[in-house]
């Protein structure tokens, strides 16, 4: 029992990691139906970034909890400025095109920049240092550590903030009018191009903050270390509801239970033939049993019907 309740408390935190990148996802496809599969490495690009800023500083006497505050604020401006870029340069120009273009520049986006990043900082994989204490916390049996703490708060705050911005602000209802139809939005004084940057620019926070995330729980960093959470991500985001916020959330935390539970149990229940490296196996057959289930996701998709 005591094995159960420690793989529920590492998929919670998991999830909240995948939950974090499938927000990002879900809020662009919400608006423009495009899947940016080039997000998965924005969280590498925010994850490196922090690692270069620590290295940099690591000499300079800081406080670990300093260093980690700056690097990610750092790497939320990277990414923030990345992803903008990106929507400007290379989604933008195909807005009107066939939905197969943005697609496939999405893909080839992807891979563009992971060679920049492996020029940049070269393909071998780098260890992140540890800036927040490493002591586990004992829950009675089950332990939790300060980061995997910070992951599940961080997440909470950030979708009860989303939550607000896109249900309470005035950007959440030029968001939501430009999801409904981007050209009568424009009559009413709305311009679609500065809110589909902002909710990039906004996807790529997250993807910042779980990039971070990611390094300081699992203590290294490297080139393509994006795609594979990328692809739970989205995994994540279709199986709670592509376009719900709150169904992102879901999917992802739902998504890292069962591939945290599958690590723990699927040698045992395989009688030693499978190991835990092929946990991925149980994500991906919930998604399909969901999605034969129920093919809008968990709590549905919440995509505009446009005029």
């Known amino acids: 029992m005591e094995i159960f309740f420690q793989q529920i408390i590492n998929g919670l935190v998991l999830g909240s990691m995948y939950a974090l990148v499938a927000l990002g996802y879900t809020m662009v496809y919400g608006i423009i139906n495009l899947i940016n599969f080039a997000h998965g490495e924005v ?54 095109a066939p939905r197969l273009a943005p697609l496939i520049t999405a893909m080839g986006m ?94 790529a926070m997250l993807a910042a903050v779980a990039g971070v995330m990611w390094a300081a729980n699992y203590g ?29 959330v879901v999917g992802g935390i739902l998504l890292g239970i069962v591939e945290a539970l599958g690590a723990g149990y699927l040698g045992a229940l395989t009688g030693g033939v499978l190991g835990s490296h092929y946990a991925d196996i149980f994500a991906f057959v919930t998604l399909i049993l969901v999605l034969t289930l129920r093919p809008s996701g968990l709590l549905g998709e919440r995509v505009a019907d446009r005029a």
């Not at 780098?126 to 829950?139: A, C, G």
């Not at 602000?169 to 030029?174: D, V």
């Open 110 to 203: 992807s891979l563009l920049l992971q060679t920049l990043a492996m020029i940049i900082w070269k393909p071998n994989p780098k260890p992140y240092p540890i800036l927040l204490p490493s002591d586990p916390i004992d829950l009675g049996g089950p332990v939790i550590s300060v980061v995997q703490i910070l992951i599940l708060g961080i997440t909470a705050v950030v979708l009860a903030g989303l939550m607000y911005l896109v249900n309470r602000t005035k950007l959440g209802r030029a968001m939501r009018a430009t999801a409904e139809n981007p050209r009568v939005a424009a009559l009413m004084g709305v311009r679609p191009d500065m809110v589909i940057s902002a909710t990039f620019i906004i996807g």
């Open 220 to 248: 290294t960093v490297q080139h393509s270390m994006g795609f594979l959470p990328g692809l739970k991500a989205f995994t994540a985001a279709v199986l709670g509801g592509i376009g719900n916020l709150g169904g992102a």
């Open 43 to 96: 969280l590498m690009v925010g994850a490196l970034t922090s690692w270069t800023v620590v290295s940099v500083l690591a000499d300079s006497g800081m406080p670990g909890w300093l260093l980690m505050l700056i690097s990610l604020v750092c790497a939320i401006v990277i990414c923030a400025a990345l992803n903008f870029t990106i929507e400007k340069l290379a989604y933008r120009p195909l807005r009107s």
